[in-house]
């Protein structure tokens, strides 16, 4: 058979099998929805390169066979390319935490944030200058236009103010009776 009529007859191939090869592949599910193409066009690539198409009696079975074994080699390329471990996933779950932690975390952010309302202006401020800004209270004087003892003063305030304000929470949720 010449190379044309080959040619020919997997071009019709790739054609009339794209469509059930692909299906095929899916319904296997070694193969992700994302590489079903790939996959599929692998499948003709290797077909082609095949030197005796002429001598394969049923095709549709042998491209199906073929399609198996390449979605099996993509499955085993796919596992290796990103090698976990157990112990990994064991620290996943530990640092996400419980769900009963993560809404105690949430509550005190809010507490948080209330408390920081609860501040000045100008001691919210410097707080956000010192502790988001990372700057020194040199800096943070030199940026407001203010002396380095009045943030510092300031800073004083605002630490007080937070801790009444947050104790005074924490001492709200304790139930009565329990110390």
Known sequence: MSDSNSKSRLTTWFHQWRTPLRK???????????????????????????????????????????????????????????P????????????AGRPEEELSRTEMQSQLMEALNGLTARQREILKLRFIENLTELQTAERLTISQRIVRRQMIKSYAKLRDRMQAELIEKVPHGRE
């Open 84 to 95: 976990h471990r157990s112990k990994w996933l064991e620290n996943l779950a530990s640092e």
């Open 24 to 82: 095929f592949l899916a319904a296997k599910g070694a193969v992700r929805p994302a590489d079903l193409d790939d996959v599929a066009q692998e499948v003709f690539l290797r077909l082609m390169r095949y030197d005796k198409v002429e001598v394969v009696e049923h095709p549709q079975a042998y491209l199906y066979k073929m399609a198996a074994n390449v979605a099996a080699e993509w499955a085993i390329r796919t596992r290796n390319q990103r």
